[in-house]
C-alpha cells in the first residue's frame, strides 16, 4: 500500500478514536427547572445540594437551570426526556409521570397553619374548620404538595382558598400575608422564619403563630424528580450514585439542620439515619 495511503489512514484514526473517545466521555445534559431559581442570589437548603451535586458530578452531567412557576415545573418535566426537578414531595399521582431519587435532598418537619394577628386558635385543626369556624382567609401555592393528608383538606375546600401561581410564589406568598391581604398561609415554619430575616422583617414575628394541622403527615421529604423515560431514568441512576456517598449524606444533613433551629436538629438527623439505613436494603 502507498506510504500517502497509510499516513492518512493512521491519521483518520487517530482523530476519529480521539473523537469518539470524547462524545463517550462528554457530559450528559440534565435541565433542572425550579421555582427557587428565581431568587438565584440566596441560594438555601435544597438549592445548596443540588449545587454541590453540580461540583461533585462535574465529568458525568451537564446542569441547566431554567425557572419555571411550581405548576410550569410538572409541564416542563412531562414534555422533556432530560428534566429534572428538586425538592418535590413524592406521591403516588406525581410517581405515574416522574422517577424520584431513592434518598430526599432535603427533609422538613411538618407544613403547618401560618397566621398572622390570629393568636387564638386551637393547638390543631383542620383547613375546613381554619375557614368556617374561624373565617381565615388562607393561600397556597398552585402546584405544590403539601403532604398527602394536608393536600386532601385543601383539595375538599380549594374554591375557599387564594391560589397563587406563577414565578417566586413563595416570596409573594409571603408578601401577601405580611400586608394583611391575607391571614393563613400553609407553610414550613423554619420558611417563614428564614423570610423574615432575610427581608429583615423579624420586627413582625411576635404577630406570626403556627398552628398544627390535625391529620397532618409527619417529616416531608424533598427528592429529585426525572423525566419517566430512559434519559431521565439514567439521570437518577447518575444522581442516586453520588446520593449514596457518605460524604454527600453528610453534606445533605449538614445543610438540612442548619436550616432548622437547634432544638430540630436530633430529630432532623435521626429521620436521615432512617432514611440512608432504608436506602440501604
Not at 469518539?20 to 440566596?42: G, M
Not at 393528608?149 to 375538599?156: A, N, R, S
Amino acid at each position: 500500500m502507498n506510504v500517502r495511503v497509510i499516513a492518512c489512514l493512521l491519521v483518520f484514526n487517530v482523530v476519529f478514536i480521539g473523537h469518539s473517545h470524547a462524545l463517550v466521555n462528554e457530559p450528559v445534559e440534565i435541565i433542572f427547572v425550579s421555582d427557587e431559581l428565581a431568587q438565584t442570589e440566596k441560594l438555601t437548603g435544597a438549592s445548596l445540594v443540588i449545587e454541590h451535586l453540580k461540583r461533585e458530578l462535574a465529568e458525568q452531567l451537564k446542569f441547566v437551570y431554567i425557572g419555571a412557576s411550581r405548576k410550569r415545573e410538572w409541564l416542563e418535566l412531562t414534555s422533556h426526556d432530560n428534566v429534572c426537578l428538586y425538592n418535590k414531595i413524592k406521591t403516588v399521582e406525581r410517581e405515574q409521570s416522574a422517577i424520584f431519587s431513592e434518598l430526599p435532598i432535603q427533609i422538613f418537619p411538618p407544613n403547618q397553619l401560618i397566621t398572622i394577628d390570629v393568636p387564638h386558635l386551637p393547638d390543631e385543626l383542620t383547613i375546613e374548620e381554619a375557614i368556617e369556624k374561624y373565617q381565615l382567609k388562607i393561600a397556597i401555592q398552585a402546584g405544590r404538595s403539601y403532604g398527602k393528608d394536608t393536600d386532601k383538606q385543601l383539595q375538599d375546600n380549594l374554591t375557599k382558598l387564594i391560589v397563587v401561581e406563577g414565578l417566586n410564589s413563595t416570596n409573594r406568598i409571603m408578601d401577601m400575608l405580611l400586608s394583611g391581604r391575607i391571614n393563613a398561609i400553609v407553610e414550613f415554619p423554619t420558611v417563614v422564619d428564614n423570610s423574615l430575616k432575610a427581608n429583615d422583617k423579624t420586627g413582625l414575628i411576635e404577630r406570626i403563630n403556627a398552628f398544627q394541622i390535625e391529620s397532618g403527615a409527619g417529616f416531608a421529604h424533598g427528592y429529585i424528580a426525572c423525566s419517566k423515560t430512559p434519559q431521565g431514568q439514567n439521570l437518577i441512576n447518575i444522581l442516586n450514585a453520588a446520593l449514596g456517598r457518605e460524604s454527600v449524606q453528610q453534606m445533605m444533613i449538614k445543610q438540612n439542620v442548619f436550616y432548622f433551629p437547634a432544638i430540630s436538629h436530633m430529630s432532623i438527623t435521626n429521620e436521615w439515619q432512617k432514611l440512608i439505613a432504608q436506602a440501604k436494603h
